[in-house]
């Protein structure tokens, strides 16, 4: 189970998924269920789909699906869509869009990013209340992986193929995997990447903002101590006053000086790199005037003494943020 891929030259596996429009209940009754459910398999009977993991929640559905080149995952999402908003329509007798927005999908470059995938959205129900733990949750492909319950149309060969090939080695591989709980680190993170949670950001001229965040945002931001983008530029000040080596412990906001200047100017351009929020939110943590902050964020991609700090992996600055963060506690 290394990290290599096995999902096949001329073939690439997805995760497909959407979330569903307030109001909306997508387990409101067995027949809707069983609607839904044939749905997702009947969409992958087409040659070039493989239905690899599935799971269906009142107010999300996700698919992990392999395609063989050339195929889009938008053509798959858009036909099981629309089948399964008539189909909800007709049960609930209330006109109106039954998803909320358009569909996300992820493409999953190796195997292990398809297992890690299997592994969050077992837990997923457990994660939002609706079980104790994922194998009393009948309406995903879980049970079925692990060879807890009948096929019922869906086969698991595709998922057993990211863990060893024959069916005993992928339900004994399912088992394995799921049965290490995420943290509420992992859970958030993979939220907040997925776009399913959004950060929490700085009040601006409108009130308070939230914003997605991916990647190694998505990791600061669920690592701080407030879940949001303030706690996250707090991790990014305290990881750039000890590459300064400043005085650990002050915040920047209050700091008078060049060197405070310098450290926010980088904090602003490190934001802005990760992707966390733009520099005008960085300005309002900070109480400073935008085009100040902006002459400064200039002059510091300009600094040769800056460069090592602005080169820095990303992943790797999130790291060493994150176990400043976990020393701090």
């Known amino acids: 189970m290394g990290s290599s891929s096995c999902i096949g030259e001329g073939s690439t596996t997805w995760h497909i998924y959407w979330q569903v429009a307030i109001g909306r209940d997508l387990l409101a009754g067995r027949p809707l269920i069983q609607q839904i459910r044939l749905r997702l398999i009947q969409a992958h009977e087409r040659p070039g789909r493989k239905l690899v993991y599935f799971l269906v929640m009142p107010s999300e559905i996700h698919l992990l699906t ?10 798959l999402a858009c036909g099981v869509a629309n089948v399964i908003s008539r189909r909800v329509r007709q049960w609930d007798r209330t006109r109106g869009p039954v998803f909320a927005g358009r569909y996300q999908a992820r493409r999953l470059e190796t195997s292990e990013q ?49 863990f060893g090939g024959d069916a005993s080695q992928g339900r004994a591989g399912v088992r394995k995997l799921v049965a290490s709980r995420p943290t509420d680190f992992e859970l958030l993170e993979w939220e907040l990447a997925h776009g399913i949670t959004l950060a929490g950001g700085a ?8 914003r997605e965040v991916r990647g190694a945002a998505a990791a600061l931001v669920a690592a ?30 209050s700091c008078k000086g ?27 943590h900070f109480d400073r005037a935008k085009a100040t902050l ?16 602005l080169d820095v992996p990303l992943d790797r600055l999130v790291q ?8 701090g506690r």
């Open 114 to 162: 398809v297992r890690q995938e299997v592994r969050m959205l077992a837990w997923r129900p457990v994660s939002k209340g609706l079980c104790r733990s994922p194998t009393y949750f009948v309406h995903s492909a879980f049970r079925i992986g692990a060879g807890l319950s009948a096929a019922k149309g869906y086969m698991p060969t595709a998922l057993h193929a990211f």
């Open 66 to 75: 392999t395609l063989t080149d050339g195929q889009s995952p938008g053509e």
């Open 203 to 210: 009040a601006g001229p409108d009130g308070p903002a939230s």
């Open 320 to 327: 060493e943020a994150i176990s400043l963060s976990e020393r």
């Open 258 to 284: 060049h060197a405070a200047s310098r450290a926010r100017a980088l904090v602003a351009n490190l934001a802005v790199d990760l992707g966390l929020c733009p520099a005008a939110e960085v300005a309002r």
């Open 294 to 309: 902006s002459e400064q964020m200039a002059a510091s991609r300009a600094r040769p003494e800056d460069q090592p700090i």
């Open 224 to 253: 701080s101590e407030s879940k949001g983008i303030d706690g996250a530029l707090w991790l990014l000040e305290r990881w750039v006053q000890l590459k300064l080596r400043m005085p650990p412990g002050r915040r920047l906001r």
